[in-house]
């Protein structure tokens, strides 16, 4: 259990090489603070590393870490980097290519491999090409996909952007468009609701969570006349979520609710499909932080994708990545905290026998006043 005591080991996927995702990292993880605060261990290649660290200020061309073969062996104080991939992986920055994908899935099953051992305590991923990346091995649209597979088969998990301004969460994560209305039922609604009601939470810390959830079709579908999912699956959804306890309110339709500011009034946003709840959310906030609720890991991603247009320039900026590398670290010690002040609850006492004629009340029963109420 990772505590105040202790660095959290972080274990960071390089993404796919082409891109940004090498750039963002070193730009991070060589911060001169980071080694105060966390371990980080760069699943990748360091030979691919200074290929990349040639093309950035001085300040990062010659990265030091130290390479170790296992996990088990992290050196504190340290960058650790374990190699994923050969040194002479073929490097086509601002390209996408079969080898970069092969690079970046060995990279993500090394790392999740230790995640499930136990050797690394939270998993912060750089980005990877959804497409390359396509393999009998990895037939997913994505990261929260795969890792939902891996340590989510036991629970509901969830798509979450997150910033201090705005937390916005996905009914349908990677969906077409045309098979959204199809994803869309009262049952995942609870379910989703329920993660992240869990997540606010546990891992956000707000004791009572306000939770908006936007409508699908536009106007909330002017009751029937532009679409009847409102009226027949979204509303019955929230009804049911508030008898389970969860604050919920809505459905909202989506334009007036963001235009007008009235997100600000609510601590999440449960949004139906991908682009209904990210084009609000990154127009606010490019420097936001993916977080997948709902598992018994810590993961956290930058909010951006692997940038090809951007790739070898030196103008990436790091900040989405910091972010995504300090919230997993708040999250590790937001979880701890919880997990030790839930853990040996008070026992309620058994009712007990009368003493030497003398009743002996349970705690759980109110004592009397004395006084009595006039009728």
Known sequence: MVNELMKPIIAITAGDINGVSYEIILKTIFHPHILEICTPVLYGNVAIAKQHAQLLDEEYRTPQGVIISDARKVQEGKVNVITCYPDDTPLEIGKSTPEAGKASLAALKRACADLQQ??????????????????????????????????????????????????????????????????????????????????????????????????????????????????????????????????????????????????????????????????????????????TAGLNIVRTSPDHGVAYDLAGKNQASPQSFSNALMMAIDILKQRAMNKEINANPLPIPEPQEPENGREIRSLSEPKSTGYKANN
Do not use: W
Request: proline share 4%; aromatic share 8%.
């Open 118 to 291: 136990g050797y690394v305590h939270a998993l912060v991923t750089a980005p990877i090409n959804k497409a390359n990346i396509q393999s009998d091995e990895f037939r997913y649209s994505g990261h929260t996909e795969y890792l939902s597979h891996l340590f989510g088969a036991k629970s509901e998990s969830l798509m979450m952007m997150a910033s201090d301004a705005l937390k916005v969460a996905l009914v349908c994560n990677h969906v077409p468009v045309q098979k959204v209305s199809e994803n869309i039922t009262a049952d995942r609604i609870i379910r989703k609701l329920t993660v992240l009601n869990e997540a606010l939470k546990n891992d956000f810390t707000i004791r009572q969570p306000r939770i908006a959830v936007l409508a699908l079709n536009p106007h909330a579908g002017d009751g029937g006349l532009i679409g009847e999912e409102e009226r027949d699956v979204i509303k019955p959804a929230i009804e049911q979520a508030n008898k389970q306890g969860i604050l919920t309110f809505g459905p909202y339709s989506a334009d007036g609710f963001f235009g007008s500011g009235h997100f600000a009034h609510f601590d999440a946003i449960l949004a139906m499909y991908h682009d209904q709840g990210l084009i609000p959310f990154k127009s606010m906030d490019m420097n936001g932080v993916n977080f």
